[in-house]
């Protein structure tokens, strides 16, 4: 770990010891995967019984919230639903969580839009940083909550905001542009408009903010670009390191400025720049390569290339470069050997850059990591820093058999939160008495632990095949038990509604099976099937099945019910039948 971190950490320590002893004098005695729908997918478990009714049968899922992006700060993780709307754990002596308090969680919360200038909006980007979050609208506004030093919220007041304030634009560089994508890193924030400019704000002490100044702003500034290499270029992508950034243009040329001590530039010097250079690719592996994606870290640099090769520059004190050395600094890309490696062979999809480690996801959704390890962060189940790729263990932990498609965005964390395919999250690594890992608890993990899903709505009636359930019982986490009903044989659907008048359904997810002489219903754990879902408040048209519960609409409950029980008949007389993801709509 650098001095600087180390630092960070022991100021920390230091702040929760005060903030206790203080505690005792005063008193007498708190990160894009895209999914369909805002629900998990629901899955039934012990999916067959007798006529008869009676068994205990499970649905999983359902109620819990489906994350599609999360992103890592040091101690915090700010995580987006398919829905929109944003959930946060972690520290949060600043009011980074965005939840009205200053209450660290060990699990994740909602960030409190109601009052604010973030109300009604819908957000499709997250971003943390060292202490301040963001968040991005699909109207291309930008918010922001938590520490306001050196101007980080953006929005010119200096003022700490534990809920979301408006990104200040009127008299700025930014006033009129659309925003597209944000990044935050340790005390700077960046945004990407749509016409391919680039600004940013907050702190600007080693000129990471690029526009020729070493002056913090607390309002947005543009990123110079006349007279250097990046003039005329139209940016793609941006992103934020300790105290420098990055961007990746549409030709695949990147650019960098800033803090440049270990050449995480790129440009083959170790001179920090006030103004964007060239990353330096000829001579280099990456020479005719395409790049799709970059990340940027504590001075080492990520870059994804379009066949899903990875390559690295800047430092290298533990093995970041995953180059097969260590101690080396590069200030040029190299490649991250994979030869030898479990990463060998695989196609990376995406990659990110944190405190000191890196973690790519490969298009067959596992995960790789290398650099430093020593709370566990490259999720190997050792604490063995490695200068080339290793792969996360899954094996007998909760991230076992999931695909993996994202892994968080940051540049500081010493933990990693990645989403599974079914907008789950696990995470693993560093676990301070804030929670980071976001899994209720302070322990640190070198392997996968599931983040606590937050539970958004609240079952209260199941039916199987149009006939209600008994014994509903619904669990901390959103599950649901109940007692099967007697009912006819053949196979039918369950439906779960929720306190909202919302429901959801998995197409022929139990078997009622008759009774036979010499054996009986069997059980076992169904797949999800085919999912249906009415619209939830909030939630995008999933076209898929809908049913209608608005007081005064056509019985489509009834209807379904009498399509399902003469599709029964005819599969009892051997008839192949399917409804796949149909669509009644009111």
Known sequence: MSGLK???????????????????????????????????????????????GGETVTVTGGAKVRFAQVSMADYHTLALASDGTVYAWGWNSDGQLGNGSSISSLVPIAVTTAGTPMAGKTIVQVAAGDSFSLALASDGTVYSWGENGAGKLGDGSGNDS??????????????????????????????????????????????????????????????????????????????????????????????????????????????NTNVPVAVVVAGTPLAGKTVTQVAAGFGTSVALASDGTVYTWGLNDYGELGNGTTGSNSSVPVAVTTAGTPMAGKVISQVSSQNEFSIAVATDGTV????????????????????????????????????????GTGANAEFSVVVASDGTAYAWGANDSDGELGNGSTTPSSVPVAVTMPVNLTPVSVTLGGTLATNLQVTGGGDVTFTAPAHAAGVVDVVITYSNGASQSVLGAYTYVAAQSGGGAGTGTGSSGDETESAVPGAPNTGILAVSTKAGGINLGAIAAAVIGAATTLAAAGVVWAVRRAKLEQ
């Open 6 to 52: 180390m630092k960070n950490r022991q100021n920390k320590t230091a702040f929760m010891a005060i903030v206790a002893v203080l505690a005792l004098v005063a008193l007498p005695v708190v990160t894009v995967v895209q999914h369909a729908s805002a629900l998990s997918q629901l899955t039934v478990t012990s999916n067959s019984g007798s006529v008869s």
């Open 162 to 271: 534990d809920v979301p304030v408006a990104v200040t634009t009127a008299g700025t560089p930014m006033a009129g542009k659309t925003i597209t994508q944000i990044a935050a890193g340790e005390e700077t924030a960046l945004a990407l408009a749509s016409d391919g400019t680039v600004y940013g704000w907050g702190d600007n002490f080693a000129s990471q903010l690029g526009n020729a100044s070493n002056s913090d702003a607390p309002v947005p500034v543009a990123v110079t670009t006349a007279g250097t290499p990046m003039a005329g270029k139209t940016i793609k992508q941006v992103a934020v390191g300790d105290s420098y950034s990055l961007v990746l243009a549409t030709d695949g040329t990147m650019y960098a400025w800033g803090d440049n001590s270990y050449g995480g530039l790129g440009d083959s010097s170790t001179n």
């Open 368 to 407: 790789y990591g290398w650099g430093a390890n020593g709370d566990g962060q490259l999720g190997d189940n050792t604490n063995n820093d490695s200068n080339v790729p290793v792969a996360v263990t899954t094996a007998g932990t909760p991230m076992a058999g999931k695909a993996i498609e994202a892994t």
